[in-house]
């Protein structure tokens, strides 16, 4: 077995949790604390509840929302702006990838100076960052846990992958409750980008022992409770499902991800495909692309979906891919890629993009971006 | 499901790893650091390898090897003066428990200041530790990865417990290859003291979704892999044993253990019985005393010892623990306490000490003095 490195932050996991941000705060030194959220997680009212329990230990804070989704080099820019002109000193993020993936942006410059692009791809990071509490509002990008951001570069139309060590924040505050304002809508793509974690960590080609339990763990809880959570939207299976997204994180933020994430990550940058939903469209496709590659494990994937082994691995993989395929008619999203994205000419240069995303490096089969471009064929 | 936090070391994992020892001290910011080992690892030749390690790349260290099987308090004393004298700034250990244990005694005070024995019991540790990189030579302490030490107070002939998240290494770097100089006799109570990490913490009142997963995953690995091992000294197992005993380590620092841990340290502070041999005795009758309190987790344990379950959880966890047993015969090894303690007449003031173990607070059923004396008894 090759030398493997492992790595997660330190986790505060519960109903309430919220109430530990303060504490957390303290205990990393924290003089003025830069707040990073944006519009949707303030209307659902949990900003006021973080300032609130900041307020109550009399800390001192700066907020900044400007964030939007496949969050823009511009609003990383502005927040270092803030960060700077505030001399904040320690970094708290409240929301989904979005302000999380942001809010690690922001820390990244503040503490090495330069332009986000300067940092593209893995290790590029010289110096530690200002200390992380992060406090996911939904679940998927997991950000709270990886050493993962993805900016958009807008002059370029690209998303742009970091991947650095010291981009895993200190401390992650994974309150499920606040799960509790999710509309079934809004938890969807997620749970999409987490099954899409838990397969591609899986068989990644860095996977290890320490990364396959979590990616197992991961789909299991998902497959399990995905149905009725999206049918009643209760606490009991939200918790579940943030326990599963974790898992899903702690996988894949050192076993990487594959294929289906550059696949996502070009159709989100040219586009502004929601990254979940290019993954509800992708996985299957991907997955099969994938499979002669590594039919051992995609059998034990589709052993945990549907809970049994057919004749040969190839048959029980493909079982599981068929009944992700299911799920998804079920939920009743879309199934074709032409739904969202009417026009299939750009495709082409989303290939060209895709294959040279940094994901491209951790999946189990190589693919030319002739492949890459067929599979947005099949997929559309 | 109450709040809970799970916090583990950064790893390095794998063959060959040593080397990257250098590299984490001076990540660390290293520019004397304090290597702590012990005369038997200096012997099987490690020390000169790690400190050959550290001259490849003109890193300045101190070295100390004072330390014995169950280290003493004294010891924890002469560390701390020779790091101060020498001005170190980054602790490096080398071997198992005893030196890593001693390392962390060491920093916990040169950053504290005070005795060691100020510290006993659970979060009584204030500031920071310096850095510490953490190699482990055998399994079984897993120190490496824990929030834990145990140091015994010789006046009192009591092994302390100490618990802080601060305790827990920054870096562990495990590397399998260390493991192939230790003998089939070095290797078996080690083994026992993993398997009582993955059972105790698996049935702990704090036991979460992110402590099961690795109590169970060490379980099995241990179950698997612990007579081929003792059979070939192969690598291969050897590796998966490392594996193991992580694993048990990452569920065990976060979950903590039970009555056999507050059995066992009572027997090593008073008699100096090795730490892992008092498992080895006790984990079957702690097993059965504790079955009424946790049935179904019991029945998952035997399920996973035996490969199978039986009619109701109470005999699937009893053939569980009637496996152990047999393991135990089949290895040779000791199978009654008398065969080590010959008298048995200071085993009542054992249980009065072990009724005030820290470890007591986490067993999933109550034990008064006498409950723990007729537990000795039943291993006499």
């Known amino acids: 077995m090759d030398v493997f490195k492992f790595a997660t932050p330190e986790f505060i996991f519960g109903r309430g949790s919220l109430q530990y941000a303060s504490i957390c705060a303290k205990r990393l030194g924290a003089s003025k604390i830069f707040v990073v959220s944006d519009p949707g997680v303030e209307e659902a009212g949990w900003v006021e509840k973080l300032l609130d329990v900041l307020r109550a230990e009399d800390l001192d804070f700066v907020y900044y929302c400007d964030v939007s989704p496949n969050p823009r080099d511009f609003q990383v820019r502005k927040g270092v702006e803030l960060y700077q002109r505030e001399e904040a000193d320690v970094i708290m993020a409240l929301g989904g990838g ?34 992380m509490v992060f406090i996911p509002t939904t679940m998927g990008s997991e950000s709270n846990i990886s050493q993962f951001t993805v900016i958009t570069d807008l002059e370029r139309r690209v998303k742009m992958t970091l991947i650095s060590r010291t981009l895993v924040p200190n401390i992650s505050i994974s309150d499920p409750l606040l799960l509790g ?49 999206l049918e ?106 032409r739904e969202i994205l009417p ?25 030319t971006w002739k492949d890459i471009l067929n599979l947005y064929y099949e997929a559309w």
Chains 1, 2 share one sequence.
């Open 98 to 131: 979005s302000p999380m993936d942001t809010a690690k942006g922001i820390a990244l410059i503040v503490s090495n100076g330069g332009d986000i692009r300067d940092y593209e791809g893995a290790n590029q990071v010289r110096n530690p960052l200002p200390p």
């Open 343 to 367: 026009d299939r000419t750009m495709l082409s240069q989303a290939s060209h993009n895709a294959v040279k995303d940094i994901c491209m490096l951790t999946n189990p089969r190589e693919a």
């Open 232 to 337: 009643h939207l209760h606490i009991d299976d939200l918790e579940q499902l943030a326990i599963a997204g974790s898992s899903s994180g702690m996988a894949f933020t050192n076993a990487s991800v594959g294929l289906g994430h550059a696949l996502a990550h070009s159709l989100g940058g040219m586009f502004d495909v929601v990254h979940g939903t290019a993954h509800s469209l992708l996985l299957p496709v991907v997955m099969r692309y994938n499979l002669p590659a590594c039919k051992e494990k995609m059998a034990k994937i589709g052993e945990i979906i549907t809970g049994k082994r057919y004749g040969s691995d190839e048959e029980t993989a493909m079982a599981g891919i068929a009944a992700l395929e299911e799920l998804r008619e079920e939920l009743g999203i879309p199934c074709r890629l």
């Open 181 to 229: 304002t999710l509309t079934r809508e809004l938890l969807i793509p997620p749970l999409y980008d987490s099954l899409a974690h838990a397969v591609e960590s899986y068989v990644s080609p860095i996977a290890n022992p320490f990364t396959e339990v979590w990616s197992l763990k991961g789909l299991d809880l998902l497959i399990r409770h995905i149905r009725p959570a």
